[in-house]
């Protein structure tokens, strides 16, 4: 089974897009690549839609990698390690070192030694907005939002 995914990579200053061919259970092949200059193109939507130009790019699901400045890192520490706990709790954690309410969040976590996380936070606005301006402009679906 050949299954194919674009990887935007959505940096301060341009995209990178990668179009990865995976067939079965292992390795893949790199089917088309390119790069777009966000401010020569006057903004994300505008470079979003040059590189639908090639169409390629367009009708895959995609994964997104946020910048790290559209992302806050945060070190939390809770007393328990099962994950709908800290789902439960995380947001309220969170409320005290995070500028956004704690309903205009997005978070992640990843589990670390003796009940820390490494939390990822970003607003809710931003990832509604990044799917919605892809989906436009390359007709397709965002499988994953991740950090770069």
């Not at 590189?51 to 790290?68: D, G, M, Y």
């Not at 003796?114 to 402009?137: C, F, M, Q, W």
């Amino acid at each position: 089974m050949s299954t194919a995914i674009t990887g935007l990579d959505i940096g301060a200053k341009s995209i990178k897009a990668v179009l990865l061919s995976r067939v079965g259970g292992g390795g893949g092949h790199v089917l088309a690549a390119e790069a777009v200059n966000i401010e020569a193109h006057g903004g994300l939507e505008p470079a979003l839609k040059k590189l639908a130009e090639t169409t390629i790019f367009q009708n895959v699901p995609c994964c997104v990698c946020l910048s790290l400045d559209q992302v806050m890192l945060r070190q939390v520490n809770l007393p328990f390690r099962d994950d709908h706990k800290i789902r439960k709790t995380l947001p309220f954690e969170l409320e005290t070192v995070i500028p956004l309410p704690k309903s205009e969040m997005a978070s992640d976590y990843l589990k670390q030694e003796e009940g820390k996380l490494l939390v990822a936070v970003t607003a809710k606005k931003t990832i509604r907005e990044l799917v919605e301006i892809i989906g436009s402009a390359l007709a397709t679906d965002v499988a994953v939002v991740d950090v770069s």
